[in-house]
């Protein structure tokens, strides 16, 4: 992972604490966790949000129990 500007982690942190205000009792937010596709595809997303029992026995969770893994572009 390329070094972060303090703009965009502020950003991210700020973007992590409204969802986890907002969000209802059975999501969670996760930051910078693997996110397993397929065996050959895991991305660390930025932020993802998943089911609450997605977190609970895993380590990290799969593609079907998020609602967005996408990470934003990366500014060099």
Request: aromatic share 2%.
């Amino acid at each position: 992972m390329s070094p972060q500007r303090y703009f965009r982690v502020a950003g991210i942190d700020l973007l992590v604490s409204g969802l986890r205000r907002t969000l209802p009792s059975d999501m969670r937010v996760a930051r910078e966790m693997t996110v397993v596709l397929d065996k050959h595809n895991g991305p660390e997303p930025d932020i993802c949000v998943v089911r609450g029992e997605a977190l609970t026995d895993q380590t990290t969770p799969s593609s079907r129990s998020t609602n967005s893994a996408r990470s934003p572009a990366r500014t060099p």
